[in-house]
């Protein structure tokens, strides 16, 4: 069974710097797509990064610069290095799974909230 | 990037059809992007609904379905049921700068 399963979020001051974690299970990360996305409170999805499985990496407008996605292959794990956090960066980080070497996300984590306030 | 533009909200009595659009910005017709479909329900992650414009995943039912033409595309539900009040968002990919979503349309079942 797929699982993907969040965790590093929490309060943080702004300008502050947060690691995120999304542990797979169920397949292995560096063979697929993988995304992390992102919900404001009452707000829609914004897709945040991808990390495709050759490597290759793009970054929202909005984080890049501050935002680096990562896999550790021996963890099985996907990471978001977020650095020079803003109050806008207050939401809720899922990893996502795309199918295969497709667009569209087959499996979601169940999210992990970043706050970000003095 | 592709822009997608959603309506921020429809409605529909029980048993209606309703249809949810999400435009693209880009010009090109025909092959091009394709379009996938995610049902999110208060307080959980995003379920996907309609992939490649009109595919079902398995156990999704056919009450749902997609379509696209153009730069614009659909979803439509019909058998409206009180469970399908949700937000509903439209997604594309440009391998060439990442994902895109559409901005969310809020289905309230009357």
């Known amino acids: 069974e797929v699982q993907l399963v969040e965790s590093g979020g929490g309060l943080i001051q702004p300008g502050g710097s947060l690691r995120l974690s999304c542990a797979a299970s169920?397949?292995?990360?560096?063979?697929?797509?993988m995304s992390w996305v992102r919900q404001a409170p009452g707000k829609g999805l914004e897709w945040v990064s991808i990390i495709y499985s050759g490597g290759r990496t793009y970054y929202a407008d909005s984080v890049k610069g501050r935002f680096s996605i990562s896999r550790d292959n021996s963890k099985n794990t996907l990471y978001l290095q977020m650095n020079s956090l803003r109050a806008d960066d207050t939401a809720v980080y899922y990893c996502?799974?795309?199918?295969?070497?497709?667009?569209?996300?087959?499996?979601w984590g169940q999210g992990t909230l970043v706050t970000v306030s003095s | 990037q592709v822009v997608l533009t959603q309506p921020p909200s429809v409605s529909g009595a029980p048993g209606q059809r309703v249809t949810i659009s999400c435009t693209g910005s880009r010009s090109k017709t025909g092959a091009g992007y394709n379009v996938h479909w995610y049902q999110q329900l208060p307080g959980t992650a995003p379920k996907l609904l309609i992939y490649?414009?009109?595919n079902r995943p398995s156990g999704v039912p056919d009450r749902f379905s997609g379509s696209k033409s153009g730069t614009s595309a659909s979803l439509a539900i019909t058998g409206l049921q009180a469970e399908d009040e949700a937000d509903y968002y439209c997604?594309?990919?440009?391998?060439?700068?990442?994902?895109?979503f559409g901005g969310g349309t809020k289905l309230t079942v009357l």
């Open positions: 169920g397949f292995t990360v560096s063979s697929r797509y």
């Open positions: 996502a799974r795309h199918y295969a070497s497709s667009g569209y996300f087959d499996s």
């Open positions: 490649d414009n009109s």
């Open positions: 997604q594309s990919h440009d391998s060439l700068s990442g994902v895109v």
